[in-house]
């Protein structure tokens, strides 16, 4: 499946502010079923944008925008191909427990928004969260009893609200819903991961909101690798989902982070679409035959020798 995604960040201030700076992670990732064709990132007041992949491969672009301004736009543009997963198994060995992997120790221990309190110790017991059966069955189990523990209501919790916000109120977005997950699977020694995203609901299914960004659970499993699973729609994801960024918790993995200099009020509106595609975007253009000569061997050619061979093939 091919698909282009737009995605639009605009910031309008009070009053005049200067300097900012700003991280943005829209850069979806190029692994495993998923792979980035093209990316493009524009920014109003024009700024110089430079980037560079974590740890965990996430590519990140910063700029900075020193000049007096009220208001900022960044617009990211993407085309991804997003195969099929292989068909998972319907169970795994029991044995598997003692299988699952403990080098990945940030994904095994509490962050900024997956710590235990006791609303979480509650839950656990309610959905009776154990090791029992298999890692894959648990998982998918837990997938379910979330999605139908749980009310979808937009806007109903913020960005930064910790996950108490939602346990008491038994509702949520799907922020929340990652990260109760992820703070149920961590203590039984599954690795996990917060993974944000897009998800393409046009084809029914879902109850994610149309127009934004969303989220959810990658776990670490035996011989599977990094599987994904949807709390909030009670998916596996699969090729409707298109990863942009993993981190422990959402804290690691935000769209857009920065600061700026300056007393003002900020409004910050985004709106998101993606869109199936017929087809590819079209391949870059073939470098020219005569290139082919150019830089044999272990030196690289000078300016002055690339442009008398470019001239001898003209001739």
């Not at 139908?148 to 806007?155: N, Q, R, S």
């Amino acid at each position: 499946m091919y698909y282009t995604i737009r995605h639009i960040t605009r910031f309008r201030y009070s009053a005049p502010i200067t300097q900012s700076v700003m991280e943005v992670r829209m850069q979806p990732r190029t692994e495993s079923n998923q792979r980035c064709l093209s990316f493009q990132l524009s920014v109003t007041p024009s700024a110089k944008v430079l980037n560079y992949r974590d740890y965990l491969g996430n590519v990140i672009h910063n700029f900075d925008v020193p000049g007096e301004h009220r208001t900022l736009s960044i617009i990211a543009q993407s085309q991804v191909e997003v195969r099929p997963i292989a068909e998972l198994p319907a169970s795994m060995p029991a044995d598997a427990w003692d299988n699952l992997s403990n080098s990945e120790y940030d994904m095994l221990v509490p962050s900024h928004f997956t710590h235990p309190t006791p609303l979480l110790s509650d839950l656990a017991v309610e959905l009776d969260v154990q090791r029992r059966d298999d890692p894959l069955s648990l998982l998918r189990e837990l997938t379910a009893r979330i999605y139908d523990a749980f009310a979808y209501v937009p806007e109903s919790t913020a960005v930064d609200s910790p996950i108490d916000d939602a346990l008491k109120a038994r509702q949520g977005v799907c922020q929340d819903f990652t990260h109760i997950m992820l703070a149920l699977l961590r203590p039984l020694g599954i690795p996990a991961r917060y993974v944000s995203g897009y998800l393409y609901s046009r084809e029914g299914g879902t109850r994610s909101t149309p127009g934004a960004s969303h989220a959810w659970v990658e776990a670490m499993l035996p011989d599977l690798g990094w599987i994904g699973f949807d709390p909030t729609n009670n998916l596996i994801a699969d090729y409707r989902h298109i990863r942009v960024a993993v981190g422990r918790d959402y804290e690691d993995v935000p769209p857009t982070r920065g600061v700026f200099k300056g007393k003002a009020e900020t409004e910050l509106s985004v709106s998101v679409h993606v869109k199936l595609a017929d087809e590819p975007p079209p391949e870059d253009p073939p470098i020219p035959a005569h290139w082919d000569t150019l830089g044999l061997g272990n030196e690289q050619p000078t300016a002055q020798e690339i442009f008398e061979q470019q001239q001898q093939q003209q001739q």
